[in-house]
């Protein structure tokens, strides 16, 4: 694999932030979500646009703003290696105290990296900030808020992997502020589906997570977003993921054993360890009926019963 840099000044100062933007055929919206960027009230970042071998006019667009604005790089990969690996890349190849990735689709307020920043200054329990997230639609038209809500600032570990594992949440952490010591104190390990459910649970073992009140992410809903095509077994994940094109895919085993490594790694006493144990075992349990349903969908399939991979 061969990569190509764009930027406006080469090695700059590292910033106090990175932003990390995963990108695949992204030119619809990428234009504006860049500006998005560039109009923060925040402007101390990086914003790393690694390319994932598009074939539109993706990479003309991360040119223009790499030679216009400092702040941009643009990285261009001559394959596609899936998102998740681009979402590794992205992280990999950023700097700064903090971080975060974005979307191609999805447009932060104005003011939501400040707001970000300014919790983690506040508050050195905070690992993570979760952005408050208003729907919009591909025209960019007011779509309604999301209520369902991640702000988990208590100090009892058990607690905070209890509502991790129980409550209803927008699934939208990647697009907050994480701080990077904290991530990489987790196993990192991002390649396989459904990683960024253990990932937001590695944090809360390590530290609180907060919500924003005043700023907010645009979370833009529309045919082609990844979440949708992840759902639809025809299309596949191999669309999103070439690598996960696997005859055999059991997210809900992979879930579970990774919930609990995650636990059994936390840096807590044995006695923490073995109620967070306890926890993760209780969530798999009423989880049986998705265990069974990825065995009986890899057994058909095996058998010559299901013409198509379960995944």
């Known amino acids: 694999m ?11 100062r590292a910033p106090r932030m990175g932003i990390g933007l995963p990108v695949y055929n992204a030119e619809r919206y990428l234009a504006e979500a860049i ?18 071998g598009s074939t539109d006019g993706t990479w003309r667009i991360c040119q223009h703003y790499a030679a216009k604005d400092p702040r941009v790089v643009g990285i261009r990969h001559d394959v596609n290696r899936g998102l998740s690996w681009n979402h590794q890349f992205a992280f990999e ?21 400040q707001e970000c920043a300014d919790l983690l200054a506040a508050d050195h329990r905070l690992v993570l900030v979760v952005p408050d997230t208003r729907n919009i639609g591909e025209a960019g038209e007011a779509m309604g808020t999301l ?11 058990v607690e905070r992997t209890r509502a991790i594992l129980t409550r209803g949440y927008q699934m939208v952490f990647l697009q907050g502020l994480m701080r990077r010591e904290a991530v990489m104190a987790t196993s990192r390990r991002w390649n396989y589906f459904g990683w960024d459910f253990i990932l937001l649970l590695e944090l809360a073992l390590l530290g609180g997570l907060a919500q924003t009140t005043d700023a907010w992410l645009n979370r833009r809903l529309h045919r082609d977003q990844a979440s949708r095509v992840q759902r ?3 299309a596949g994940v191999r669309k999103v ?14 879930w ?3 919930r609990l490594r995650a636990v059994l790694r936390a840096p807590e006493g044995i006695g923490t360890r ?13 989880s049986r009926s998705a265990l069974a349903d990825d065995l009986r969908a890899n057994i058909r399939y095996l058998t010559g019963s299901r013409s198509e991979a379960p995944f």
């Open 2 to 12: 061969t990569a190509t840099t764009t930027s406006a000044t080469g090695q700059r």
């Open 35 to 52: 500006e998005a960027h560039l109009a923060q009230s925040f402007g101390d970042f990086e914003l790393l646009v690694s390319d994932n």
């Open 232 to 234: 639809d077994l025809r």
């Open 147 to 157: 209520e369902r809500t991640l702000d988990l600032r208590r100090e009892d570990v």
């Open 274 to 286: 073995a109620r967070l144990a306890a926890l993760v075992a209780r969530h798999t349990w009423w």
């Open 256 to 258: 579970s054993f990774e």
């Open 241 to 254: 993921e070439p690598g996960f094109g696997t005859t055999i895919l059991m997210p809900h085993w992979r």
């Open 93 to 113: 190849n950023t700097r700064g105290e903090f971080f975060r990735w974005g979307a191609a689709d999805d447009l932060p307020s104005p003011g939501l990296l």
